[in-house]
């Protein structure tokens, strides 16, 4: 199904046999886009985003793999720490259909995320030396645990721009927007999150880094504004790479949606509205997107999984490898093929059709 077609079917889903609160969303969302014609407005925002092309893999789906994320095993305990075992999941899943993996590098004698370079040379290099996908760190989880203080924009991006001199970036981490991260089930006690804080000034350096060393930022979207300020952004550094949108659903906590089709619908077309034919994909923390992957699919859309994003405490047997291979299977099911890392660096840019 096109983006398109996938929209008409939201906005006939609003009819007179609809839930009243999905009725009234829907309306308010499609009746100007039915006024104005679907064809009119995604070439509105095309031109918005100057001269980007659409960014397409039809009847490929892109799935990423986030291996670990920032829980350490007090929170979930299957995760890889050591470099070795995060290289030899890596090269797993890739093998199993992913085209892009996403780390965060860790002290393995502290078990506590370290965003060291030095670090993470070596798992990308491991990683690539055996398959060659796309591999990208993270940023320092502000206002977490393992980041307490704030740091200025050079120092948090001071891994990244190490290793973009070094050539091995394609993707970088570079988050538009600033939560609450809090989880649902501890707010009764009285326990409170933190702020996961992203200033303008980081987002900024970030796109600049983006534009000189020529990878493409990662916009992991916590709230919907996200959008509106990430595409903003895009727009004001026009010589940036394709950005590339992820939604971030949670049930655990507390930010943006939970995995439901109305929320897929909207940040769609929230993207589609606000920078054109943007690559975008579903993901989360303390979530099971599976449910979503169909849906996604049909809209155009890409996928994650991994146990950075799973539900937190999940089942000993769950795996990275597991969760790649569940989720090639729900994309088979739905029509399409897993993309291969060529694919997508081809979508983007970074390939030409013959090589």
Not at 139 to 162: C, I, K, Q, W
Not at 189 to 194: I, S
Request: with cysteine; charged share 20%; aromatic share 8%.
């Amino acid at each position: 199904m096109s983006r398109n077609k996938a929209r008409m079917s939201d906005c006939r889903s609003g009819g007179a046999n609809a839930p009243v609160s999905r009725r009234r969303f829907m309306q308010a969302v499609c009746a100007p886009l039915l006024m104005a014609g679907l064809d009119v407005l995604p070439g509105a925002a095309f031109a918005a985003q100057g001269n980007r092309k659409p960014v397409e893999t039809p009847g490929k789906t892109w799935l990423e793999v986030s291996l670990n994320g920032p829980w350490s095993r007090d929170r979930q305990p299957r995760i890889p720490i050591a470099v070795r075992d995060i290289v030899a999941e890596g090269i797993a899943c890739a093998r199993a259909g992913a085209a892009i993996v996403h780390v965060h590098a860790y002290d393995e004698k502290t078990g506590r995320q370290k965003d060291d370079a030095d670090l993470y040379i070596a798992i990308i290099e491991g990683i690539r030396a055996k398959e060659d996908v796309v591999v990208y760190p993270t940023l320092p989880f502000a206002g977490s645990v393992d980041a307490p203080n704030m740091m200025t924009a050079a120092e948090r991006f001071a891994h990244t721009e190490t290793l973009a001199k070094r050539g091995l970036l394609e993707w970088a981490v570079v988050d538009p927007g600033s939560t609450n991260i809090t989880r649902l089930d501890e707010i009764p006690a009285g326990k409170q999150g933190f702020v996961y804080a992203n200033p303008e000034s980081h987002i900024r350096l970030g796109l600049e880094l983006a534009s000189r060393y020529r990878f493409h930022p990662g916009y992991a979207l916590y709230e919907p504004g996200f959008v509106r300020l990430g595409a903003a952004l895009e727009r004001a550094y026009p010589e940036v790479p394709q950005c590339i949108y992820r939604f971030m659903f949670s049930q655990q906590f507390a930010f943006c949606f939970p995995p439901k089709p109305y929320a897929l619908a909207a940040l769609a077309t929230l993207v589609e509205e606000e920078a054109g034919a943007a690559p975008w994909m579903i993901s989360g923390l303390g979530v099971d997107v599976s449910p979503l992957i169909g849906e996604a699919v049909a809209r155009g859309g890409h996928i994650r999984v991994g146990l950075e994003d799973a539900l937190l405490g999940t089942p000993a047997s769950t795996t990275n490898l597991g969760l790649v291979e569940a989720a090639v299977r729900i994309v088979r099911d739905h029509g399409a093929e897993p993309a291969t890392p060529d694919d997508a660096r081809r979508a983007l840019g970074a390939l030409s059709d013959g090589g």
